[in-house]
């Protein structure tokens, strides 16, 4: 069976399935062998303060679904509405294949590669925002 194989820095909290866990004092690889598991880093998440921007606030809607804070069925309409506003904003920049695959992966509800895809036009979105 595979899996989902990460690796836990020390004291690193993390979310699986709604739940907030917390790794002890040493570094650990963990192997998640149940599909469809939803996980987000600490780390890497987006407070709700920032995500100020149109593409910081689509990855934001994915967060909340991946922590069970909100429902798949509306995630998934917020994030393809958000999808299909970012696709006229950024119609002539080569993103049509991030924007294409978290379109599909949000239509999956997998929303976990669809915030990997987002996350990718963050350093573009600041980029084309520092003239405003």
């Known amino acids: 069976m595979k899996g989902l194989t990460i690796k836990i820095n020390p004291m690193e909290r993390f979310i699986i399935n709604g739940a907030v866990v917390e790794n002890g004092k040493r570094r650990t690889v963990l192997c998640i062998k149940t599909p469809k598991t939803n996980l987000l880093r600490m780390k890497d998440a987006i407070h709700p303060e920032d995500a100020s921007t149109p593409v910081k606030r689509a990855c934001y809607i994915a967060q909340l679904a991946l922590s069970n804070d909100l429902c798949p069925e509306v995630a998934h309409d917020e994030i393809a509405n958000s999808i299909d506003m970012l696709k006229s904003a950024f119609d002539e920049l080569d993103v049509k294949n991030d924007l294409g695959v978290a379109l599909s992966a949000v239509s999956d509800h997998n929303?976990?590669?669809?915030?990997?895809?987002?996350?990718?036009?963050?350093?573009?979105?600041?980029?084309l925002l520092k003239d405003f």
């Open 111 to 127: 929303f976990y590669l669809t915030l990997k895809h987002l996350k990718a036009l963050i350093a573009l979105e600041r980029h």
